[in-house]
């Protein structure tokens, strides 16, 4: 045996192996699709169904089901069993026979593609057939369908994204949970390691979960004028003390007479009662221009 811990190796004898395992001091792991860790176990070392017989009937008549089909699909040589020959097999089910008859009944008769699955998920569970119930129990209408270690993955990212708010999207949360997953699947055997979410996954969740609380998106210019409010300016006591200006682009561009080059976008600026139009942008000469305007005579102007 070799400690994955501490290191080192060490050899044991079966009657001590079974003592410490009566103990709980070991654990085996297990393979298969029903498999999930116990307690703080980062290996699935037990079964979601704990006892087949405890089952409802229908689970284990569709899991009979499954075995009856792949059954004679086991003695084969793994090189043998090709899509074609599984297909050729399937096709050569008679009704009359008892694999036909198994292949027709309760679940409806398996494609090809169904018998490679539990053909994979028997053999990856070491012939256990608890790998063939139909995966009924997890999901459905309201429940999660991720791995219970994906779903605590998930929930740490969005609560660590309540605690500390930034600017970011969902597609951000999305990849700080792919790269969690990813940290989690070192050292892993690709048998048990996690599949991350996809990324509707993440938006059902951050929706779940109060967007506002975990995104931020960058305000617009409206949002921000909005904010930060109208600062206080100089109250007028007397007529005139307090006069504003007023800048404004026009929508039209003015084109030279003989060349019919543009020249620009002419602006207006209005101040108290009188107005001037130029090519100049906001300046000290705009401002100049509307105080003599406002001083001359309307009749010079």
């Known amino acids: 045996m070799e400690d994955q811990s501490g290191g080192g190796q060490a050899a044991v004898t079966r009657e001590e192996l079974t003592a410490a395992w009566d103990r709980g001091a070991v654990r085996f792991a297990v393979r298969g699709p029903g498999a999930r860790p116990e307690g703080e176990a980062t290996l699935p070392t037990g079964y979601t169904i704990a006892d087949f017989h405890l089952l409802p009937e229908a689970e284990r008549e569709e899991a009979w089901r499954r075995y009856t089909v792949i059954r004679p699909l086991l003695a084969w040589p793994a090189h043998t069993r090709t899509r074609r020959a599984i297909e050729a097999y399937l096709s050569s089910l008679s009704s009359s026979s008892d694999a036909g008859r198994a292949a027709g009944r309760g679940g409806g008769a398996s494609s090809r593609g169904s018998v490679e699955r539990y053909l994979r998920a028997f053999e990856a569970s070491g012939g256990d057939i608890r790998a063939l119930v139909p995966a009924t129990e997890w999901g459905g209408v309201g429940e999660s369908r991720l791995d219970a270690e994906v779903e605590g993955i998930v929930q740490g990212v969005l609560a660590e994204c309540r605690v500390a708010p930034a600017q970011r999207t969902v597609r951000d949360v999305y990849f700080m949970v792919v790269e969690r997953v990813r940290v989690r699947n070192q050292g892993r055997v690709p048998e048990e390691r996690l599949a991350p979410p996809g990324l509707s996954t993440i938006e059902r969740r951050v929706r779940a ?70 090519g100049e942008d906001w300046s000290a000469l705009s401002i100049a221009t509307c105080c003599a305007y406002l001083s001359l005579h309307y009749k010079i102007w």
């Open 209 to 278: 979960g109060g967007g506002a609380g975990v995104l931020r998106r960058r305000p617009g210019p409206g949002e921000r004028r909005a904010a930060a409010g109208v600062r206080p300016g100089p109250r007028a006591v007397r007529p005139l003390e307090r006069v504003e200006l007023d800048h404004t682009v026009l929508d039209l561009i003015v084109v030279d007479e003989e060349d019919c080059l543009p020249i620009g976008r002419p602006v207006i600026d209005r101040f108290i009662w009188v107005s001037g139009t130029s």
